[in-house]
């Protein structure tokens, strides 16, 4: 049983991964600056898990708050998703990424090395392989910066490697994420994009309540079965189960690993539409849109190095990831009848 902090706590995919950690018999400490999430998250967790969450809000670039924190709550380790990841925004605004992601992680290593915390998850993202030569992706593919977003990504995993390589950090696992759809199947967490959604799911989810006319499908003449874009969706309660194992591998044995995190199956833009459909019941208007700039035709991964390390293994199917993206977006409508 090891207690770990969770920065960016209250976000989408740290909410789940809370849950998943406390069902493991782990204890969890919360530290969010609530810039991206709803500050009753704690307290829905409570509700749902039936413990209670220490939550410290705080900057992760404060580095005495974080410090202190880890000293008031003495952790075996921390998985890191505090960060800001908007494509367009970070090339809107490359200060703001460099400094929120970056800088606000090698203030978080402060942190954690003035209290001795030397144990490390972080949140990475497939985004590093750009448009990759071919899929399915493996972990020793050539990653390519798509955008500052990604390069972000780039740079805190070759600071973890470096950490790591120079004994600052014990263990230290960057975890590949593909697509992170869906939310628990309570529909008591799930994702909250502020304004108007920029991923696919959320998008679909909000037509499907009538908050938005019709999808626009970015793209209909790429070089796929279909036309449209493929992705590897991964529901977040298979992505959050291996959160757990990660925390547990990199807590008992002092290696580091960079893995891939998706289902290893491309799923279209149109697939996923037909899926949602059936899955609920409700109609999608689409409109076909052209290109959305910076976007890759096609990538999913291959996930077989988290199972050989992790026992890793994603269980849900895109019915799964449907149903549940579907409830969460109905109940926050007022939806009842799902
Ligand atoms: P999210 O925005 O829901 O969660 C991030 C949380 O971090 C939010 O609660 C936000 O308030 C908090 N935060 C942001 N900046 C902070 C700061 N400076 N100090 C303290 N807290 C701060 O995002 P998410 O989708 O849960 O993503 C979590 C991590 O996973 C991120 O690092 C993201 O880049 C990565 N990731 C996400 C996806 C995805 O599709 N959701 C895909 C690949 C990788
Ligand atoms: C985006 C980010 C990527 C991030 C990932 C997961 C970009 C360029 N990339 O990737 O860095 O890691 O989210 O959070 O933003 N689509 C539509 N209509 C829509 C929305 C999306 O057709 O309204 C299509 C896209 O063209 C794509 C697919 O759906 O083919 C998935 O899009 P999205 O959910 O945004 O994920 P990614 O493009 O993979």
Same mark, same amino acid.
């Given at each position: 049983m090891a207690r770990i902090l969770l920065t960016g706590g209250a976000g989408y995919i740290a909410s789940h991964t809370a849950v998943a950690l406390v069902e493991r018999g782990h204890h969890v400490v919360l530290l969010d600056n609530f810039a991206n999430s709803e500050r009753d998250v704690p307290d829905r967790l409570r509700?749902?898990? #039936?413990?209670? !969450?220490?939550?410290?809000?705080?900057?992760?670039?404060?580095?005495?708050?974080?410090? /202190? *924190?880890?000293?008031?709550? %003495?952790? /075996?380790? $921390?998985i890191h998703f505090a960060a800001l990841k908007a494509v367009g925004e970070s090339e809107a605004d490359p200060l703001l990424y460099y400094d929120m992601n970056i800088v606000g992680t090698i203030?978080?290593?402060? &942190?954690? =090395?003035?209290?001795?915390?030397?144990?490390?998850? !972080?949140? @990475?993202?497939?985004?590093?392989? #750009? =448009? %990759? /030569?071919?899929?399915p992706i493996l972990e020793d593919a050539p990653t390519r910066v798509n955008n500052i977003y990604g390069r972000t990504k780039l740079v805190m995993e070759d600071l973890i490697r470096d950490l790591a390589r120079t004994g600052k950090?014990?263990?230290?696992? @960057?975890?590949?994420y593909f697509n992170p759809v869906g939310a628990h199947p309570s529909a008591m967490?799930?994702?909250?994009?502020?304004?108007? %959604?920029?991923?696919?799911? %959320?998008?679909?989810?909000? +037509?499907?309540?009538?908050?938005?006319p019709h999808l626009n499908v970015f793209g209909n003449d790429y070089d796929t079965p279909d036309g449209t874009g493929v992705r590897d969706y991964i529901h977040v309660m298979d992505l959050a189960h291996a959160h757990a194992l990660a925390v547990e591998h990199i807590i008992a044995q002092d290696v580091s690993l960079t893995v891939n995190l998706g289902?290893?199956? #491309?799923? @279209?833009?149109?697939?996923? +539409?037909? &899926?949602?459909?059936? *899955?609920?019941?409700?109609?999608?208007p689409l409109n076909i849109a052209p290109r959305r700039p910076g976007d890759v035709t096609s990538y999913y991964a291959n996930p077989?190095? &988290?199972?050989?390390?992790?026992?890793?293994? &994603?269980?849900?199917? $895109?019915d799964d990831m449907c149903r549940d993206a579907w409830r969460w977006q109905a109940k926050r409508a007022g939806i009842n009848d799902v």
């Open positions: 509700r749902l898990t #039936g413990k209670l !969450f220490p939550v410290i809000e705080a900057d992760i670039r404060d580095v005495k708050a974080v410090t /202190d *924190a880890m000293q008031a709550f %003495p952790v /075996d380790g $921390v203030r978080l290593f402060e &942190a954690m =090395q003035q209290a001795n915390v030397r144990r490390l998850v !972080f949140s @990475s993202s497939a985004t590093v392989y #750009g =448009q %990759p /030569d071919h899929s950090l014990l263990s230290a696992a @960057s975890l590949r967490i799930g994702e909250t994009p502020s304004g108007v %959604p920029n991923n696919l799911m %959320p998008y679909i989810t909000q +037509v499907a309540t009538g908050e938005r289902t290893g199956v #491309g799923i @279209s833009v149109l697939e996923l +539409v037909h &899926a949602f459909e059936r *899955a609920t019941g409700r109609k999608i077989a190095m &988290a199972e050989a390390i992790l026992g890793w293994k &994603a269980k849900l199917n $895109v």
